[in-house]
C-alpha cells in the first residue's frame, strides 16, 4: 500500500490569549505570521519557522475544544540549540538542557500557556537524519 501524504499541513497549539501566544512564537522563538484573519468562530491565527511547510495554529478560545496547554512533544529542529536555549532564558522562558543524547543535543521549554516542545540540534554524525 502507497501513500500519497506529503507532508503534516499545521499543528494546532491551544492558547488562552491570541495575543501573548503571538508575542511569544513570533518575538522570541522568531516565526513569522503565516495567517491572521478574523473568522467565524474567531481569530485564525498561524506561525511558522521561516520556509516551513509545516505551520502551528495558535488557537484560541472558541476554536474547537481543546484545552490551552495540552500539546506535548513537538520537536522543532534547530542548527545551535545553545544559542537558541540562551535567547528564551534571556526572554524569561524555564529551559531544561540542552543535553547530550546519541542522536544530538535536546533541550524543553513552554510556551507561556504550558504547551511543550522540544529543540534538538542534530547529531549528523550519526549519519541518520530526523528532519
Do not use: K
Not at 500500500?1 to 499543528?11: D, E, L, Q, R
Request: glycine share 10%; proline share 7%.
Amino acid at each position: 500500500m502507497s501513500t500519497h501524504i506529503t507532508h503534516a499541513s499545521f499543528i494546532t497549539l491551544p492558547v488562552t490569549d491570541q495575543d501573548r501566544a503571538l508575542r511569544f512564537y513570533r518575538d522570541v522563538l522568531g516565526f513569522e505570521v503565516a495567517a491572521d484573519l478574523e473568522t467565524p468562530p474567531g481569530r485564525w491565527l498561524q506561525v511558522a519557522p521561516r520556509g516551513a511547510q509545516t505551520v502551528f495554529t495558535l488557537s484560541g478560545p472558541g476554536m474547537g475544544d481543546f484545552e490551552p496547554g495540552s500539546a506535548r512533544g513537538i520537536m522543532l529542529m534547530t542548527t545551535d540549540v545553545d544559542a537558541d536555549c540562551a535567547r528564551l532564558a534571556e526572554a524569561g522562558t524555564d529551559v531544561q538542557g540542552p543535553d547530550e543524547f546519541p542522536w544530538g543535543r535536546m533541550a524543553s521549554f513552554r510556551d507561556p500557556d504550558g504547551n511543550g516542545l522540544m529543540l534538538l540540534t542534530e547529531d549528523r554524525r550519526q549519519g541518520r537524519d530526523l528532519a
